[in-house]
């Protein structure tokens, strides 16, 4: 892999891990085209470890009042974490190739597409607040990000619109949304992390540029949760619709034509 490409991937992470386009489906459609196959799956658990940072310091002060004030907040963050620990977990047992399917990819993207479609029928209302939300509304939330473990599937985008629409505001929506981003992607890299140093981690890429990928994610990570979470108060969710539908329509031709 040329600094160039892990540039590209890690850009691409970085804006895509919180615009509610799908980092994942970008990754594995940019790796498949680039022709990098290996370590990807180590590689894009690094990646994601950069913008795990970036949420870490962007929430500083929120991580800090679960510790102090708002504990309640802690076991919501663990019942809507639980679905996708499962899930994630028989995924890459049972079915890891799925998880790097370019063809998976592309048409999961029409479906974050109709998701964020979706975001516009959503009353305008106040909505409540995460901190008082009940474990039920963690676990429907859970229940999305799990769905989103599908490469093609936005994170942000489909637990956003799940929060919203069971009577988070906006803002609490999108915060609880990227505070529960943290157990899950600290979980898989921790599963991956030992993958690091062996033959099938960083022998093939090389920890140096690991290091670096995780890095560039983070600043174009961080900067693009600061964009994001200004844009949500603006209501226009479903723009980013007008992306992820193309873009999956396009990439299925070409799959199609280069088969």
């Keep these: 892999m040329s600094f160039w490409d892990l540039l590209f991937l890690a850009v691409i992470q970085g804006i895509a891990e919180f615009l509610p386009i799908s980092s ?50 802690i076991p919501l963050l663990v019942v809507g974490t639980l679905p996708a620990g499962v899930v994630g977990i028989l995924l890459k047992r049972n079915f890891e190739s799925l998880l790097e399917n370019p063809w998976v990819a592309a048409s999961m993207l029409l479906v974050t597409g109709g998701i964020l479609m979706a975001t ?39 637990t956003i619109f799940a929060g919203h629409w069971i009577g988070l505001s906006r803002e609490s929506a999108a915060t609880f949304s990227f505070l529960l981003a943290i157990p899950v992607i ?16 960083a022998g093939s890429v090389g920890a140096p540029m690991l290091i670096l990928g995780a890095t560039i994610s983070f600043g174009v990570g961080y900067v ?36």
């Excluded at 196959?37 to 994601?48: D, F, K, R, S």
């Excluded at 600290?186 to 981690?201: C, F, P, R, Y």
């Design 224 to 259: 693009s949760l600061v964009w994001l979470v200004a844009f949500i108060q603006k209501g226009k969710f479903h723009l980013f619709a007008w992306w992820c539908i193309p873009f999956g329509l396009v990439a299925l031709l070409i799959l199609s034509f280069s088969s």
């Design 24 to 73: 994942s489906g970008h990754l594995v459609l940019a790796a498949h085209w680039l022709g990098i196959h290996e370590a990807t799956g180590t590689l894009t658990i690094m990646l994601h470890a950069g913008t795990l940072l970036s949420i870490l310091v962007f929430y500083f002060s929120r991580i800090l009042s679960l510790v102090k004030e708002d504990r309640r907040v």
């Design 120 to 158: 516009r029928f959503i009353p305008s209302r106040v909505g409540s607040d995460y901190r008082h939300a009940s474990y039920g509304t963690a676990l429907f939330v859970g229940l999305f990000q799990a769905f989103a473990i599908l490469p093609g599937i936005s994170r942000s985008g489909s």
């Design 186 to 201: 600290l979980g898989a890299t921790l599963l991956e992390i030992k993958d690091l140093w062996g033959q099938d981690g």
